[in-house]
């Protein structure tokens, strides 16, 4: 932490906060420019940012020198990427792998088709909600444990491992037992109850970006996972929150490179919910794939123009095949195998 | 909801929509302009908007035109705002409340401390949080249960209602025994089993908008609570994300006058959290009074530089009075009167 | 300038860094963390930061640590602030000015009429656009020339100093003749040409904040002002960009405490633009008052539902008596003197 | 325009309007729905707009159906692309360009080296400022008219067209007479003196989109050059301002399919300032080309770690040539031919 002191700060305000950063275990380390003082002060972050030294007399601002985040950093694993397997696919370092699937489990027969194509097309997981997190108290809120038993239907169909959502903590055993990734939403991205339990289930989780969620707090949020010894975290862009009107989300994609700067987790797009409209949906997933994203999660629907919720940005069942390939291109571009099961 | 149809949509694309539109038993009112013609579908909001006509053959937008909430609404309550009444404190119409006490409970001492300083200023209700949202998961977290204890104390000794946050549904029941008001904080703004249960409680909520929820969607997050019979709520604005980088939040006072056109419920403004400065807590909390705002909601320690956390931000205890008279006078400018109790 | 090597970075590349620093004049100050290392360069800021050490091998990233404005810092005036006259009429430090007018020059009858009412409400200046910087070609563009002589008649009339905005270098001398206060729009802050050229016109300007300019950029654009050896420059606040759908702009009130710390300018508030709706002004300009701006600029219109442009913003003329006694009685609420001429 | 009247509007409220969208020769069509009534004026956008309806009585808010742009329209030109040719080289429709070199103009030496580098790898056009906007006054502003020498000079030695920025309007005859394309800076996208004079000079124009534009304000930046009968406009995305803090700027590249339904212009991406840092560029400039824009803008230097400016965002010059063919690779992906001169 580097704590610099206002122009003309006194030497014994200088003197207070070196005391108080010695105080808790840290050096201090004085730096005098010209106009200001900077005292770098080397210990314990959390220590020292306890100390509350942004008000203190003198004092104009703290510059955090260590990234918060420790076992999700690229450095705590020397620079290898993970490589997350799930139920023999990989995803990750080299490794591409799509997720695919209608946005809500809605009927029996809509999801039997849509799992089926997905097989077909060469997807390597099925995604689909069974519960649905949903703005207004008045929508379709996901048909809960009756869709968490289609899932498991098509899961024996096809063979496809489930990706779907756990919104309640008092739910998670009951997804647990469907899920082989459980899904945690943008809007529980700081759910701490929830990220802790899920980090203890050791199930891996499928972590979406909050809708105005830095990637440092992405990352922190990963920790909380990871922390409780679960290390299969798949991080998940799905668009930000900008002053743009004619997006519904604007889809960061310059966090694919900038992700992979800083950490070894996979990172996979989801560039339905941000475009929100069919057409949008390919050269977003090529984009993301040349970027360098370790995969993408896509919504498929047999007939969008009846599916309950989220069809206009569904691709057509029988365009996904094609949309694949290119996908395939896209990612053998960056350097990844697409592997077909 | 008004269907926006593409310059050269045709007859058949048209009639297709009319025809969807109609199968939901809603009106369809059709306007040909010069270049493009917009349907008006008349009926119930959500069967429309479930008709995901934003896909649909030759449609270009969708507007729509009633508001997606109801209860929350000022025509709702035909223009009369709602007055909340938590324990004799009145809040809301012309009424106006601050909410005074430290960050986090952190000891005895220290709570009893300002608990008293809170009274003796004449502010209405006691703040201090027992289970607190960090970013980290190296970062304290409040001391639970034990901090819930401490607040009935406080409580006892001074007869200040208590507002605390509630963060996992599973600690509810433990956390309505002690709270007057529940918080719930901007991280959980669209917890919806959280939102859901908290209604069914029928304990006064305090909401915070989430760091990037746009008013409609504050709204809807109150609707969860109002949908469930609980019309207690307080709307708490404290700090949205910008692009600025000099402030930890953009405290965004146009919401009060905003939200006062759509709402009939209170409207709460924290502005500590947004400065995370002393300096600035003052004035921003006078432009929200002279804004129109029913309440604050404000840090106050008896020793800030001691504190667990966010001491910086914390206004201290000898001058909490001055602020007070101060404040009284904004919020008398914009026609309110600010109570003794 | 802080030098924040990558964990690892070798002392090959550390010493290649002081050795670049110290070609520069500057000194290289080390702080050895157990993680990383931090250099210190103590030097001139622009030489250090034209190093383009971001790039260099081993180097994560840079933080700068003065402040890169200099004249307009309020540590340059040694913590007085500035009070700028414009023809008798003071604003800054305690003295509090209200700007008032149409937002276009639209006809000699309005022009004279506003004039007149604004004058005898008491406010200091009367404002009104000859030449709209306008989203659209096809809209109306102000009257040009003609309306800088309708101005002309207005001061004379009335005796009210003029500000009036210039969009185009080659119109300065015949603006400057005219206004006594230059104003130059949102979209023109970092018009540097412009930005120069006023500076070296010696006339008072009020500079708009850009619509996503950090207030680190808005002094910078003051700077290039200053600069050129013209000392008065009001800042004015307008409205940034956020994601929140249902305001025009996000009027950022918090801009005004935080600027008051940075520098020793008159800090302006409009209103009007951002609210882009009567009925939200005077809440917003109360509230600007309140948390210590200098002055506002709103928008008066004797007729504002025939107004030319921006009609639905602007206060009605008879009602302007009344707004402007609030605003008087908020002023002092933060100190100001409210000044008739 | 749709006008949404407010709940409870009367019925004289209604008749109000209607007759006033009538006083400028637009037909009204009224929705009367079951709260709300919706009048359509259909006839002239900015006739209508002009009304000011947004204050007056009984009404809620304003809906623009028409799109405030023509020229720019995709479907003014009936849904066929534009195709720019530059001396040559042609962008847009199914060619993709290339367009390289330093960020300014700093020495004969380094421009020559550069430009001979960009030449041999294949790029079709040379970039490099003469004129820099700089947000600091006391940074380097550029070489100016030797900076302009030194571009002809390059032009000569290797053929390629030049694309350079014209910051003052002051300027354009010296800058017309050097430059193939004209660039307009983010900070200049509405300056509209600009826009007009580039207009009408008749030269290709590359205009760079705000740093907080919407796409409609950076098409009706475009509508500005092509109302003067210019036709050769570029769209050019580098970057936004959004909440992030880890990134200079965030690239948009939703922006490229969103804008390809929009209008007919060629869309060109600037990865270089939005990443500040060379290994963002090729993954960005990947994305870009495989989400179909119709070129890139990149910085290359020669010795980036002794560049003037932006060293650190140029790519060095030995590795430009696998850049540009993984570039191709990703063009193709995208249904484009990148052409070799």
Redesign the interface.
């Known amino acids: 932490m580097?704590i610099?002191m206002k122009?003309?700060a006194t030497q014994s305000e200088i003197d207070a906060v070196v005391k108080r950063v010695r105080s808790v275990g840290a050096d201090a380390?004085i730096?005098?420019?010209?106009?200001?003082t900077?005292i770098?002060a080397?210990g314990d972050r959390?220590h020292v940012?306890?100390l509350?030294?942004?008000?203190?007399p003198g004092v104009d601002h703290l510059?955090p020198?260590?990234k918060?985040y420790k076992l999700a950093s690229l450095?705590y694993r020397r620079g290898v990427r993970s490589v997350v397997e799930i139920d023999g696919r990989k995803i990750g370092g080299d490794h591409f792998a799509t997720i695919a699937g209608p946005c809500t489990v809605e009927s029996r027969e809509v999801l039997l088709t849509a799992a089926q194509t997905v097989k077909d097309a060469g997807a390597q997981m099925l995604r689909g909600g069974a519960y649905k997190?949903?703005?207004?108290?008045?929508?379709?809120?996901g048909l809960g444990e009756a869709g968490l038993r289609l899932l498991s239907e098509a899961k024996e169909e096809t063979g496809l491992p489930i990706v779907t959502e756990l919104?309640?903590?008092?739910d998670l055993d009951a997804v647990a037992e469907v899920a082989d990734v459980i899904q945690l939403g943008a809007?529980?991205m700081?759910?701490?109850?929830l990220l802790?339990e899920v980090g203890r289930s050791g199930k891996p989780v499928l972590l979406k970006r909050?809708?105005?969620a830095?990637?440092?707090?992405l990352l922190?949020a990963a920790?909380?996972v990871l922390?409780e010894g679960n290390n299969d975290v798949l991080l998940c862009e799905r668009g930000?929150?900008?002053?743009?009107?004619?997006?519904r989300f604007?889809?960061?994609?310059?966090a694919?490179?900038?992700l992979r700067?800083l950490t070894h987790l996979p990172i996979v797009i989801d560039p339905s919910h941000?475009?929100?409209?069919?057409?949008?949906v390919e050269?977003?997933s090529?984009?993301?794939?040349?970027?360098?994203a370790d995969g993408v999660i896509v919504e498929v629907h047999p007939c969008?123009?009846e599916?309950?919720?989220?069809?206009?940005?569904a691709l057509v069942a029988e365009e996904f095949d094609m949309y694949l390939r290119?996908l395939e291109?896209?990612a053998e571009?960056?350097g990844k195998t697409f592997e077909r099961v």
Do not use: W
């Not at 604007?250 to 310059?254: E, P």
């Open positions: 580097m610099v122009e003309g380390h730096s005098q420019g010209e106009l200001v900077v770098g080397i959390e940012a306890n509350g030294l942004e008000g203190a510059v020198i260590l918060p450095e997190p949903r703005t207004s108290p008045y929508s379709f809120q919104m309640d903590v008092r809007r529980n700081q759910n701490y109850s802790t909050g809708l105005s830095t990637l440092e707090e922190m920790e909380y922390k930000i929150r900008t002053y743009e009107p004619s997006y604007t889809l960061d994609l310059m694919v490179p900038v700067e941000a475009a929100g409209k069919r057409s949008l050269p977003l090529l984009a993301a794939a040349a970027a360098g969008p123009e599916a309950v919720c989220d069809g206009p940005q290119k291109a896209a571009l960056a």
